[in-house]
């Protein structure tokens, strides 16, 4: 939804219809980038596949905040102190703020606050889901939980491989024992610009995103990335949840607002367009329904499992295959919900789908 506003002078006039990326990276080694007075983008360095994750710092007129922390790890540490160092212009940190639960995005939050004494500011429902999943999956694993995957048609023994994976992570965080909660529509004013925190659902519980409309900046998170697509999925916490229903309806909030917003993602490049990655990730998901619906045409019957091969069928770690069949659970949710495909529980205790008609 365009509305009436004026697009600032140095935006290009086609920025609606286009992906455009104006800056490039800073290297992840401490560097920053300024995107506008007070806001500058670094990058921490990850040691996977997807090998980086951006991180924001505001400047008010007595200190900074910062925007996510990066992975619990020495190096992302390291950087923390030398960016306080080079770029704070001898102010204090203030206030660290996290987008979401995700330990990319929070696993420094108490390394931080704790070296910094500074307090946490996060919403209410990422808070509590990170010291809820803090630590290894339990063992043994909880009856639902098995049951969970199993009638999702996942061998038994493949459960058992892929938590006990999971229980060897090697960046599983410790958790602030405290924080400042961030609501939809709260305004944090820092540096002379107001930040309105803009919540998302489905890729975590209650994401914050912040919005400063004066100056057509979006501090995104996960919420909107430019290139790869976030991970939406169903687990045994809530396995009849529709997440994709309300990630698809969050991207629709954030397509409200201004189309040459500047998006600072938490991953890859600063972008603009958000009306046409928007656009995209509706596409997307409806090609991923259309490879359902096809299959389960084909195959008359299908487990979530099964379905999962032909969503990404490309062989997966652990964690992956967990986010893959989670995510595939989704799809199928979603089209449940949606009349378009029936769920039963047959005699071998598995779920199967197929298309309603
Ligand atoms: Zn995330």
Redesign the pocket.
């Known amino acids: 939804m365009a509305d009436a506003r004026q697009a600032p002078a140095d935006a290009a006039p086609d920025a609606a219809d286009r992906i455009e990326f104006p800056f490039e990276p800073p290297r992840p080694d401490g560097e920053v980038v300024a995107l506008a007075p007070g806001v500058l983008w670094a990058r921490m360095p990850m040691p996977m596949q997807l090998d980086h994750i951006n991180v924001y710092l505001l400047r008010d007129d007595d200190g900074w905040f910062i925007v996510d922390t990066g992975l619990n790890l020495p190096r992302s540490r390291e950087l923390w102190a030398s960016i306080v160092e080079q770029h704070f212009d001898d102010l204090p940190l203030k206030g660290v703020i996290c ?4 330990y ?2 929070a696993g420094l939050s108490a390394w931080l606050t704790e070296h910094f004494d500074v307090p946490l500011f996060m919403t209410h429902g990422e808070y509590f889901t990170m010291r809820t999943l803090a630590g290894p999956p339990p063992e043994p694993l909880p009856p639902s939980l098995l049951q969970f995957y199993v009638r999702a048609g996942m061998p038994r023994e493949r459960v058992e491989e892929m938590f006990a994976k999971l229980r060897r992570d090697p960046f599983m965080p410790p958790h602030p024992r405290a924080f400042n909660r961030l609501r939809e529509g709260q305004v944090l004013a820092i540096g002379g610009r107001d930040w309105r925190v803009v919540i998302g659902e489905g ?2 519980p209650e ?1 914050a995103c912040l919005y400063s409309e004066s100056d057509r900046l979006l501090i995104a ?2 919420q909107l990335l430019p290139r790869i697509t ?2 939406v999925l169903v687990s045994d916490i809530e396995p009849e949840a529709n997440p994709l229903e309300l990630w698809l309806d969050s991207l629709d909030r954030l397509a409200s607002l201004a189309p040459d917003t500047l998006v600072l993602p ?1 991953h890859e490049r600063v972008f603009r367009g958000l009306l046409p990655r928007v656009a995209e990730l509706h596409a997307h998901h409806a090609e991923q329904f259309d490879i359902v619906r096809a299959h389960l045409r084909q195959a008359g019957a299908a487990t979530a499992f099964e379905t999962k091969m032909k969503l990404f069928p490309r062989l997966l770690s652990a964690v992956e295959d967990m986010m893959a069949l989670g995510e595939t659970i989704a799809h199928l949710s979603w089209l449940r919900y949606s009349g378009q495909v029936r769920r039963v529980l047959d005699d071998d205790g598995l779920y199967r789908f197929s298309l309603a008609n």
């Open positions: 987008t979401h639960f995700h990319d995005h890729h975590s994401h998170g996960d976030s991970n938490s």
